[in-house]
């Protein structure tokens, strides 16, 4: 399937948000303690954008949006990645990785880097896929309240312009 992978517009924040939640409700009885993504409104993806992020679509040819991610430049240089969502109509289509790659892009042309992100180690389909897109992991993390890590950290250097 071909997608348009660009920047969302305020128009498109609503079914950015949409698609987001239908993703990662495949996720609730997977993941514990429940994901944050659950929370994203327009108003928190409108935020994002305001202070410098990025919100990214994927938009099939007759418009519907299938995949959405977010992107958020750090102090220190590194771009965090996160809210990685595909439509689960559409999974297995390469959509997530044309969103990671414009994160990559976008870090890319602005002079960032590395992009850095966190994957729940109950879901080892995620962390294969972002293994098997050069990303490596950097450490793990228990969420608060939990005394075994939850998550784990990964990155991946990109060159720069």
């Known amino acids: 399937m071909t997608v348009d992978v660009e920047p969302a517009r305020p128009a498109d924040l609503p079914e950015a948000v949409a698609v987001i939640h239908r993703a990662f409700a495949t ?3 997977r ?7 659950m929370t994203e409104t ?3 993806l409108a935020a994002r954008v305001e202070r410098g992020g990025r919100v990214f679509i994927a938009r099939r040819q007759d418009g519907l949006i299938l995949g959405a991610v977010c ?3 750090k ?3 590194s771009v965090y990645m996160d809210r990685l969502a595909v439509d689960p109509s559409a999974c297995g289509q390469g959509i997530a990785r044309a969103l990671t790659d414009a994160v990559e892009d976008f870090a890319r042309a602005d002079g ?3 992009i ?4 729940r180690l109950r879901l080892p389909d995620n962390i294969a896929l972002f293994r098997h897109l050069g990303y490596v992991e950097t450490g793990r993390k228990a969420h608060p309240g939990f005394a075994e890590p939850t998550s784990m950290d990964l990155a991946k250097a990109i060159g720069r312009p």
């Open 31 to 37: 993941i514990d303690p429940p994901s944050s993504a």
């Open 75 to 77: 102090p220190d240089g």
């Open 112 to 114: 960032l880097g590395p």
């Open 71 to 73: 992107a958020a430049p």
């Open 42 to 44: 327009v108003d928190t």
């Open 27 to 29: 996720l609730a009885d």
């Open 116 to 119: 850095t992100v966190g994957v």
